[in-house]
């Protein structure tokens, strides 16, 4: 998807529809287009009947930042990306290419935190690693803190590779992050109160992040959730 334009819901839902958004595995031909694409199509569905869109519209691929969407009063710059630790995507790239029935099992991992060996990447892809158990909210608590390092690592690469600036910018993640079931509400809670609390302001107007079957809005000093509408589920 280079260029899509809408001029209603029905129409950019319809047009949706007909775009290939699968993201092969990461032994399989992966990119970050795939990526890219996978989230802003799921991300413009899900919205498509909301105020947040207006009509009619266009989103356009690009790069610094990663889409630009055109309203007719507004233009907004949108930048993607997705939360996984990358220790954790090299377990999964060798797991695929070891094989695919491998029990692999759910890790702890820190945000930014530095590379494994070779030898622990092939412990967990082969699922000699059990990794350490969650307590109390533990994993909301550590999903908030990777929403906020990818924040900030995309906030920094926003102002220091001097990114293009719109009338509005938006922030997009998809949450890969490795956890046990999550309290979402609890979740969004302890980032919500993350953002309140830095000192310099994102320069992003709002941060959405795709997790679960929800994307949840995040414009200081509130949130919503919107529940996500997959039009190729059953295609």
Known sequence: MVTLNADSAADLLEKLKAIEITVPPRKKGRTTEHCERWSICRFLA???????IQYPMRVKKRE??????SFPSTHVGIEV???????????????????????IFLQCFLPG?????KKEIDNIATGVNRGDGWAGDAPEKEWAEAMAYFSLQKANKF?????????????????NWPLPAVEYQKAVDYFIQWLENLD?????DCVFVEAGHSIWHFQIPAYDQQRIRDLWKDS
């Open 200 to 204: 310099t302001p994102l320069p992003f």
């Open 113 to 117: 935190e530095p590379q494994l060996s």
């Open 46 to 52: 899900t919205y498509a009947e909301t105020k947040l």
């Open 64 to 69: 610094g930042p990663d889409f630009l969407l």
């Open 81 to 103: 990306t997705e939360a996984v630790p990358s220790n954790w995507a090299r377990a999964n790239a060798h797991r695929e290419k070891l094989n695919d029935s491998n029990l």
């Open 159 to 175: 102002i220091e590779s001097g990114y293009e600036r719109f009338d509005v910018n938006w922030l997009i993640i998809y949450d």
